[in-house]
């Protein structure tokens, strides 16, 4: 039923059999999925993808699974708004947001990404998942885990946001706390997955779990009407999302879905995590792993596996990184709120200062076309905006009382 032709060595080329695995054992270099896209390009269409249901598995031919799709059923296909107001604020003629902050049941695009690890665990038999996450990944895979019977072991480093903690934990999986950043504890799951036999979706499962992130791609262009944008502006973690963004457009072009394809590809760091954009902004692939310290604490990994490939992708599209500080992620998080209604986590914050400056250096160019990837719901990281809000106006029960305000409020 599958389209997938194999595994396949992003270094050296050498292909292996679908299996939970995700390194080369001969140049330990990452494994990615390998499609049959002559036989995708007779079964798919822009007819067919419009008759499904509006969710992630419209694309199902370009994902990696065997069967039915078991995960996910209520995941993706976001909508695609344009932004004019936010347009207008930031000085640009032609803007969209992607809006990942609703539709999911997690609330971030997390679960793209578990819907098909998931569903591909199944189709392996696992009985037990588990993930190293920097938040979202945990609330994710504890949810959709739950619905789907797994036994589930998810792996946080200790300082996550209380929020994003209780919005895991209700599911009942098995939390685990470390004392450490987000590195540490990937190394940690890394030997816990040579140990165990439990489907880690973003380590034994990684080659499966991030192919989801291509329907972030798959639906911009669809809802563009099947066009691509000029820019798309995509934050990064490992930079695992900005690659698929780019790989789901290539995909499209060569089935013959997408007729022309020039998209530049941007990507958004925060400051105080930016070892991609510090890279791209020096002109070199060589990623320096840094020590995280910022409020977007869902982009916090500050040796990203995929962030030489991230860069790489940059370069080749033409495009350009951006990082940006605590207080820009706060004020475009305001923005995005009052000017469009949108109330983002950390990471869109991200997203959208680094735009601003991308824009004012000239990089995005105020003409043409460009999506940013809003990635969380806001209600997820309400502790970063703690005193940076307006306060409300405290009255006592009385018209009096109130007329009181009212005469301030509109006075100045
Ligand atoms: C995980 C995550 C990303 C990006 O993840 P990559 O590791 O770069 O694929 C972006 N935004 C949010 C909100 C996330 O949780």
Known sequence: MGHVKGLKCRECGREYAV???????????????AYDYASIAA????????????????????LPIDGEPQVGLNSGYTPLIKADNLAKAIGIDELYIKDDTVVHPTLSFKDRVVAV?????????????????????????SAHGARAGFNRFIFIPATLEASKIVASLVYEPNLIAVDGNYDEVNRLCS????????????????????????TIGFEIAEQLGWQAPDNIVVPCASGSLLTKVWKALKEFKEIGILKELNTKIYGSQATGCNPI?????????????????????SLAIGNPADGFYASQVIRETGGHAEDVSDQEIIDAIKLLAKTEGIFAETAGGVTLAATRK???SGRIKREGRTVICITGNGLKTQEALQGHTTMPHHIKPSLSSFEEVLEKINGN
């Open 191 to 214: 030997e816990v997955a040579n140990k165990y036999r439990w489907a880690f979706v973003n380590i034994n499962i990684r080659p499966f779990y991030a192919e989801g992130s291509k």
């Open 43 to 62: 079964s798919i269409s822009r007819e067919k993808i419009v008759q499904r249901p509006e969710n992630l598995w419209r694309y199902r031919e370009l």
């Open 277 to 297: 954009s510090a890279a791209v902004k020096a002109g070199t692939d060589v990623i320096r792993p840094v020590k995280p310290n910022t409020i977007a604490k």
């Open 117 to 141: 690890a998931l569903t591909k665990a199944k189709e392996f038999n696992f009985d037990t998942v588990a993930c190293a996450s920097t938040g979202n990944l945990a609330h994710s895979v």
């Open 358 to 360: 991308l824009i004012e």
């Open 19 to 33: 299996d939970p695995i995700y390194v080369c054992e001969f140049c330990f270099g990452p494994l990615e999925v």
